[in-house]
């Protein structure tokens, strides 16, 4: 289990978590970066200056709806994302145009068990 507290930068205080993303087909260390956990996201999404950064490849484009309801085009791009407790696969990760915030959706969500405590102001990580 890890457990880290919440970023205070956000007003109200959000559960952001230390990360690697890697491209699944090189051996590079993964780049660490810091994560916004958002359950209602349905993937995760990655800034475009990190994922070529790390030399991964878009293999296909997806259509989807972001917070204003609007429908948008993105670019999918093959990545490995190394939790503070292991590694999750097979992610495909939607390339954005923002400057630097990485927000983890329910495709990288799902695969651990994690505990948001609103009131203590922590999150917490288990395999």
Same mark, same amino acid.
């Given at each position: 289990?890890?457990?880290?507290?919440?970023?205070?930068?956000?007003?109200?205080? %959000?559960? $952001?978590?230390?990360?690697? *993303?890697?491209? @699944?087909?090189?051996?590079?260390?993964?780049? /660490?970066?810091? =994560?916004?956990?958002?359950?209602?996201?349905?993937?995760?999404?990655?800034?475009?200056?990190?994922?070529?950064?790390?030399?991964?490849?878009?293999?296909?484009?997806?259509?989807?709806?972001?917070?204003?309801?609007?429908?948008?085009? %993105?670019? $999918?791009?093959?990545?490995? *994302?190394?939790? @503070?407790?292991?590694?999750?696969?097979?992610? /495909?990760?939607? =390339?954005?145009?923002?400057?630097?915030?990485?927000?983890?959706?329910?495709?990288?969500?799902?695969?651990?068990?994690?505990?948001?405590?609103?009131?203590?102001?922590?999150?917490?990580?288990?395999?």
């Amino acid at each position: 289990m890890a457990q880290f507290d919440y970023d205070f930068a956000y007003d109200p205080p %959000a559960p $952001v978590i230390p990360i690697g *993303i890697a491209n @699944p087909d090189d051996d590079r260390p993964p780049l /660490r970066l810091h =994560a916004l956990i958002d359950s209602g996201s349905d993937a995760t999404l990655i800034p475009l200056s990190f994922l070529q950064r790390i030399g991964t490849y878009s293999g296909e484009q997806v259509s989807f709806r972001g917070v204003t309801g609007s429908r948008m085009i %993105a670019d $999918v791009y093959r990545v490995l *994302i190394h939790m @503070p407790i292991g590694i999750s696969y097979g992610i /495909r990760a939607v =390339a954005t145009r923002s400057s630097g915030e990485v927000i983890l959706g329910r495709d990288v969500l799902n695969q651990w068990r994690i505990t948001l405590d609103g009131p203590g102001e922590t999150v917490e990580i288990e395999g």
